[in-house]
């Protein structure tokens, strides 16, 4: 025999509360399978939820927005680290850079292969390396050499500097978004007890109300009400028909 089952989901939970609220709404009130103070609760708790449900959806797609944004701008920043890097290499190895530069941006003087840029923590800190790096090997002077010092091009410190700083500005962006988000979804469960409490409420009463039907014909009824039944393994489905 079939047993009723609680919905797990925030949305099996608006369901029910959906089935039953255009119940009552087309039954007339004697016919109710609920009592009117429980359905005063329904109208104002599927309100409540629908709401809430809504106002996270709103704030989870501007999150997944400001996410997408910042995960560009991070790719964008991650070519412009990485490519000064490289750019800078292939200079050391022409001449027109001294090895021990590598100093400047903390780099080891022998080092020419990229230092660990996977995370974001990494990508910002090697991007803040080389603004102040070149801006402390730019303004070096040596008295007995009048010529100034090659500035890096190619990207230059300034563009680095520039893609930095619209990401660290798209990333506190995204932890906004992502908090107020938090803040909506806590709203929502913050409230499922009192709407599981509702579901308890009119499962009791409405399978109370037709206990005097057949079991299949009063599961059947239920089930207009938003109850949901689950076959046991190895049971075939009940049919929706009501019993004449």
Known sequence: MPYRELPKSIIGRNNVLEKANEKASSTPAAQWAISTETQTKLVSLYAT???????????????AE??????????????????FMRVFNMAVERGVFSPA???YYGLNASQSDLPKL?????????????????QKRTQQRDPAVPVPVVAMSNPSAAEVETELNKYIELS???????????AENKDVLDILPEIDELIRD?????????????????????????????SRPGEEPEEDVVEE
């Not at 400001?66 to 991650?78: G, R």
């Not at 990494?122 to 070149?134: C, P, S, V, Y």
């Open 101 to 103: 530069d590598r100093l």
């Open 172 to 182: 506190n962006k995204q932890s906004a978004e992502k908090q107020a988000f938090d």
């Open 49 to 63: 939820l629908r709401q809430e449900i809504a106002e996270r959806q709103e704030q989870f797609a501007k999150q």
């Open 118 to 134: 996977s995370t974001k923590q990494d990508l910002i800190t090697w991007a803040r390396n080389l603004i102040a790096g070149e």
């Open 202 to 230: 009119i499962y009791d009463e409405v399978e109370f109300y037709y206990r005097k039907e057949t079991p299949a014909n009063g599961r059947k009824l239920a089930r207009e009400w938003g109850v949901l039944y689950v």
């Open 66 to 83: 400001a996410t997408e944004a910042e995960n560009e701008q991070q790719q964008v920043l991650y070519r412009n680290v990485s490519h």
